[in-house]
Every structure is written in C-alpha cells, then in structure tokens.
C-alpha cells in the first residue's frame, strides 16, 4: 500500500476519511472483507446505504464473502486479476468519456501512456481474463464514473500480493481518472 501510494500520488496518505463513506455514490470493495475484518468501518457502509439507497456497492473479492451480501454488484474474479479487472474498468471510463480531462491534465502524468496500456483491455478481453460478464464490468464503471463521489475500500486482499503496489495503483488510477482525489 506504501509503495502504491508513493508511486501514484507521491505519498503515502490515503486521500479519504470515514466520513468520506457517508458521502460517497459509488463504493468499490477490492481485496477486503470489512463485514468481518473492519466491523466497525462496516457499520458505517450499512448505514450509508440506509441514508442513500441509491448509493452502489461494488464488492470485488474472488468469494462471496459477508460484504458481499450488501453488494449491489459482487465480481467474484479469478484469483490474482485484480489488475486486468481495474485496467477493463477504466477502458470503458475512457472509451465512454466518463473521465475527468481537466483534473487528468492538472494534476497527473504519463495518462498517455496509461490510455495506451488500457486500450488492450476491453470487456470482453476482461471477461475471459476474471471469468466475469462483460456486463458487470461495464456496470462497474459506469457506477463509478457516474458517481459525484466514489471511493474504493482495499486491504490485504490487494496489498498482500507478489504484485501489490500494481494492484494498489490500477485502483488508484481510477480515482485519478475520474477527478476523485481530493475531495469529499
């Protein structure tokens, strides 16, 4: 997680808060289980979606975990894909303009080259990778690019992996995308 902060946002400071939960229209779940692990952040995520039911859950863990029960959408990805899965996700933000240009221009770098990266994964390519529906990828990424206000939860499941800084900065990278750094 360090290094994947350092290496997309030059430090490492996770850029939200708790309040910031209550807040939020979309809310991606990666590599985490907070039913069990973060009972107490999972309170919070209950009732947000009490307050907002129109606030969407996207639970992304290879098995149905108890977090996964609030889920509005749960992919259930193969194992170690976690990358291909944020990198077909932020294909579609781009290929359906719901990217933030000014805010990429303003405040990151080498995006070019990022875009290039990412027109290798569309959907459909994504589907067979996770062994997801290209559906539910899509419908991920329109939630979060259409929300006011995404915010992603991860932890080990992400963090703990022989390519966890990648998997930490494919998640980051569709915060920068879409303009959700520094902001309620």
Do not use: M
Request: charged residues 15%; proline residues 6%; negative net charge.
């Amino acid at each position: 997680a360090v290094a994947g902060y350092k290496q997309t946002l030059g430090v490492d400071a996770p850029p939200c808060s708790f309040e910031d939960i209550a807040l939020a229209d979309c809310l991606l779940i990666a590599g985490a289980n907070p039913a069990v692990a973060h009972p107490i952040v999972f309170r919070r995520i209950e009732d947000a979606k009490a307050a907002n039911p129109a606030l969407k859950v996207v639970v992304i863990d290879p098995r149905r975990s108890e977090s996964a029960e609030i889920a509005d959408l749960h992919l259930a990805l193969k194992p170690g894909t976690d990358i291909a899965l944020f990198n077909g996700i932020l294909h579609v933000l781009l290929a359906e303009g719901l990217v933030d240009r000014d805010y990429i221009a303003a405040h990151t770098e080498g995006f070019a080259a990022l875009e290039v990266t990412v027109a290798n994964y569309p959907p459909t390519v994504v589907a067979d990778i996770c062994g997801l529906a290209p559906s539910d990828i899509v419908q991920a990424a329109r939630w979060f690019g259409g929300a006011k206000a995404a915010l992603s939860l991860y932890c080990q499941g992400l963090n703990q992996s022989v390519h966890g800084t990648h998997n930490n900065a494919a998640i980051i990278h569709l915060h920068l995308a879409t303009g959700q750094i520094g902001k309620p």
